[in-house]
């Protein structure tokens, strides 16, 4: 054999072995997460071949399929859809599923691997092959609460179990109609979705978990404080100046406290009223005490930087690296590069309840196979522990101080202690500020920890602030559930 054809044989005996390989990682490495990929329209189309699982809250759907006598088979039916949209998502038939559509899709039209023998045996029944259902964590009267007390701001409000991480209520507004986004019209699908990406308000925003995230403001003070009396050098007695204004060191920026003025009165003031009355220049003299690697470690504690499945995906809240002593005295009272989400902020207050444990969250309390038998069931897990319980406790005694005595007075409920923390964050120099509140109760027996975030400055610009239109909010929901 000449030199020539051997290399001609080498190179076809290499494409083979090329070919090989590929359609082998193909047919079986890849084979699991191809057919999971929204964007695989086979899978897709599959989905519709069976009717799909419902998507339960108490019991009752807010997500199911009826039969649409067209080539899809069946018509996916969202039962107050706005409600629930940021829960449930959609499924179009074009483009990508959303939310627990998206992430439970194999369980709801019945693939997943746990559902094969269940599958097999309506196969060999002869009945219709079906999904499994999902019951979710949220409770209605929580959910109608936060919708109601959110009304027409922009925004979302979050409600958790501290002692597990359930979400019990997550609104999100503004928000869209999914069964708009359901119908068996692709072009009709194209022009809705199209609509509400042009939308200025961005509906299709899930602010609880993500969007386009705000600064945290105020409410990043517990993450400060929580470092602080970590690191054993600070108790709530401990002091700072008290002057009415700071200039960052090595810059033109200055810090002044809400009004204008100090921190209370006198010439220092403690660590204790400077969160009671959320003042921002001693917690910025704190912050860069303490340093940006304290903070941001105690950040990460509480969940900042990482991502978490519930099972739908959510962004990760951002304490960024690296920052100067200026940066750093901002980001103490949560300015600056700091970013959050209402859920991230939910886990450092639900951690605080939970005596210095991080909860998992997680949307999903079962997954049922069509013959009623569980094929997984919520476990509480824990993410870790942030804080110690001395310092969860003094925490909770700070923040009820804030509530009774403090900067978040119009959360107090008559009967009931709550513990809590408003803020009311900067986005620029003309620009409206976002208004949050984070918080719990009872705060001696924590059943339900609540975040709430306003856009827009609730309407009023820069007028607006936590205390005036965030708390009210976090005291109707509160309210609602503890009465139910």
Not at 27 to 54: C, F, H, I, K, M
Not at 206 to 216: K, V
């Amino acid at each position: 054999m000449n030199r020539e054809l051997k290399r001609v044989t080498m190179v076809a005996l290499l494409m083979f072995l090329a070919l090989f390989v590929s359609s082998t990682v193909i047919q079986y490495a890849q084979a699991e997460n191809l057919a999971a990929d929204p964007r695989n329209s086979r899978t897709l189309y599959a989905s519709y071949s069976v009717e799909r699982g419902p998507i339960l809250v108490g019991g009752e759907p807010i997500a199911f399929s009826q039969p649409s006598g067209d080539d899809y088979k069946f018509q996916r039916v969202y039962s107050n859809g706005p409600l629930y949209g940021a829960v449930t998502g959609y499924i179009p038939v074009n483009g990508e599923a959303t939310g627990l559509e998206r992430s439970l899709n194999d369980e709801l039209s019945g693939r997943s691997s746990s559902q094969f023998f269940d599958s097999l045996n309506r196969l060999i029944s002869g009945q219709d092959p079906m999904g499994a259902s999902v019951e979710v964590a949220i409770d209605p009267v929580a959910q109608q609460a936060a919708w109601d007390a959110l009304g027409d701001y922009t925004g979302a409000v979050i409600v958790t179990e501290p002692s597990t991480g359930r979400i019990l209520a997550m609104v999100t507004k503004p928000t869209f109609d999914p069964n708009r986004m359901a119908v068996h019209n692709s072009e009709e699908v194209q022009v809705t979705y199209d609509a509400l990406l042009a939308d200025p308000g961005d509906p299709l925003f899930n602010r609880a978990t993500g969007g386009d995230m705000n600064p945290p403001g105020s409410t990043f003070k517990l993450v400060v404080v929580a470092a602080a009396l970590e690191s054993g050098q600070y108790t709530p007695d401990s002091t700072f100046p008290n002057p009415a204004s700071l200039t960052l060191p090595g810059t033109d920026a200055v810090v002044r406290n809400s009004g204008g003025g100090t921190c209370g009165g006198g010439a220092e003031v403690t660590l204790a009223d400077a969160l009671r009355l959320s003042c921002n220049i001693p917690m910025a003299e704190l912050g860069m005490q303490l340093g940006d690697t304290a903070i941001r470690e105690q950040a990460e504690k509480f969940g900042f930087n990482d991502e978490f499945a519930i099972p739908s995906a959510t962004e990760p809240s951002v304490y960024p690296r690296g920052l100067d002593e200026p940066q750093t005295g901002l980001s103490a009272f949560g300015q600056g590069d700091v970013r959050a989400t209402p859920m991230q902020m939910a886990m450092v207050s639900a951690a605080i309840a939970n005596g210095g444990i991080v909860m998992n969250p997680d949307l999903v309390d079962a997954i049922i196979a069509p013959d009623f038998t569980p094929i997984d069931e919520f476990q509480p897990s824990e993410y870790g522990r942030a804080i110690s319980e001395e310092t969860a406790s003094t925490m909770t005694r700070m923040m009820v101080n804030g509530v009774e005595t403090g900067a978040a007075s119009n959360a107090r409920i008559d009967g009931v202690s709550v513990a809590g923390k408003t803020g009311t964050a900067e986005n620029g120099e003309d620009d409206p500020y976002t208004l949050w509140f984070t918080g719990f109760a009872p705060a001696d027996d924590p059943q339900y920890a609540i975040t709430v975030l306003v856009e827009d400055g609730g309407g009023l610009g820069q007028e607006g602030y936590g205390n005036l239109i965030a708390a009210p909010i976090a005291k109707q929901v509160l309210e609602a559930v503890l009465n139910k």
